[in-house]
Structures are given as structure tokens and as C-alpha cells.
């Protein structure tokens, strides 16, 4: 059984900064990408930004240059640092793990969700 467990959530005001962590743990062989989405409410969940195992990156057009993924294979963690925090960027965000276990194979693990708020 993998589990991924994030925080870093919380309330900011525009212009600000948090830092989310996810961190995989459990009987994980192998882990390949790694990656942040978000679901604000009443829309549907959207991709932010994406890590791969040799640690090139990609990011949704919306948070180029204000939001930066990084992640420590020694620590199965994947990093999302906000900057520049918009009332737009309010969502719930969900860290997703592309895993392989010794007793799954590979499966795409889903992290509990964490909220972040931007007031103006």
C-alpha cells in the first residue's frame, strides 16, 4: 500500500507565498512522475505542473514563472513553491505519483488534498 500525505496549505494574501509538500511512503520500488493539480471549486481539476524522474518539469500556462515543482528522490517528496499567489490560484491542490510497487506494479497514487485560499 502507497500513501501520500501533503502539507502546506493554508490562507495567504495576494502576493504571497506557500509551500506545499507531498510524501509518498509505503513499499514503493520505484517512483516515476510527480506532479500537482488543482480543483477549484465548481470547475474541474486542472494540471499545474509535472516533475519527471530525471527532473524536467512542465507547468500550466497560468502559473509559468510564479510556481516551481522540485522533488527529493531520497525523501519520495515532491515539492510545489507558489509565488506571486493570485485570488485565481484558490483551489484545492492534489499531488499525484506515478509508483511502482513490488506489490501493485505500477499505479497512479492521489494525495488527500490540501487547500489553499488567496484573499485580495
Known amino acids: 500500500q502507497v500513501q501520500l500525505v501533503e502539507s502546506g496549505g493554508g490562507s495567504v494574501q495576494a502576493g504571497g507565498s506557500l509551500r506545499l509538500s507531498c510524501a509518498a511512503s509505503?513499499?514503493?520500488?520505484?517512483?516515476?512522475?510527480m506532479g500537482w493539480y488543482r480543483q477549484a471549486p465548481g470547475k474541474q481539476r486542472e494540471l499545474v505542473a509535472t516533475?519527471?524522474?530525471?527532473?524536467?518539469?512542465s507547468y500550466a500556462d497560468s502559473v509559468k514563472g510564479r510556481f516551481m515543482i522540485s522533488r527529493d528522490n531520497a525523501k519520495n517528496t515532491v515539492y510545489l513553491q507558489a509565488n506571486s499567489l493570485k485570488p485565481e490560484d484558490t483551489a484545492v491542490y492534489y499531488c499525484?505519483?506515478?509508483?511502482?510497487?513490488?506489490?501493485?506494479?505500477?499505479?497512479?497514487?492521489w494525495g488527500q488534498g490540501t487547500l489553499v485560499t488567496v484573499s485580495s
Open positions: 499525484n505519483v506515478g509508483v511502482y510497487s513490488t506489490l501493485t506494479g505500477w499505479v497512479d497514487v
Open positions: 509505503g513499499r514503493i520500488f520505484s517512483i516515476n512522475s
Open positions: 516533475i519527471t524522474s530525471g527532473s524536467s518539469t
